[in-house]
């Protein structure tokens, strides 16, 4: 095996993140769904896909690495929110915790002379910055709509266009 044990069993902890990552954006889609946001709703459900393919990405990087990958269960993520901005600031919140965590296991492949982690790792640190500023720009969103909710959800249809016109 090319990484150290505590290594893969730190990256399969990221993979089982990640998976309860897209768990929860998918409830959040629901829930908006439940109130007839559909722009919302498509957002978090992009948001969710994204999620589960950094897990996958992490688990492919075990297997090539010729680690084992261990699948725990998925914790149940919370379905009923109060609210759009209850959402987005949970899931900002969600953020800060995933990118604290990618930040370990960076800090752990450098502590361990682990130079093909790292650089494996360097995507998702990037990733995160990503993630970071378009939440951030979400909450944005939220605060300039207020309580118009019909308005935020017009702004972020825009901003779903604006992203399928950039990939
Ligand atoms: Fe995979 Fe949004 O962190």
Not at 9 to 36: G, I, K, P, T
Not at 51 to 60: G, T, V
Not at 62 to 85: I, K, N, T
Not at 129 to 152: F, K, P, T, Y
Request: proline share 2%; charged share 25%.
């Amino acid at each position: 095996m090319l990484i150290s044990e505590p290594m893969v069993r730190e990256l399969n902890e990221q993979v089982m993140h990640e998976f309860n990552a897209s768990h929860s954006y998918l409830a959040m889609a629901c829930q908006l769904e439940d109130w007839h946001l559909s722009s919302m709703a498509n957002w978090f459900r992009a948001q969710a896909e994204e999620e589960r393919e950094h897990a996958m990405k992490l688990l492919d990087y075990v297997l090539q690495v010729g680690g084992r990958v261990h699948l725990a269960g998925l914790s149940e993520p919370r379905s009923s929110y109060s609210s759009p901005s209850e959402i987005i600031e949970t899931a900002l919140g969600q953020e800060r915790t995933v990118t604290e965590q990618i930040n370990a296991l960076m800090n752990l492949a450098v502590k361990e002379n682990d130079h093909a982690t790292q650089s494996f790792l360097r995507w998702f640190v990037d990733e995160q910055v990503e993630e970071m500023d378009s939440i951030g720009h979400l909450c944005g969103l939220a605060r300039l709509a207020g309580d118009n909710l019909l308005q935020l959800d017009e702004s972020v249809r825009a901003l779903n266009r604006g992203g399928v016109e950039k990939t």
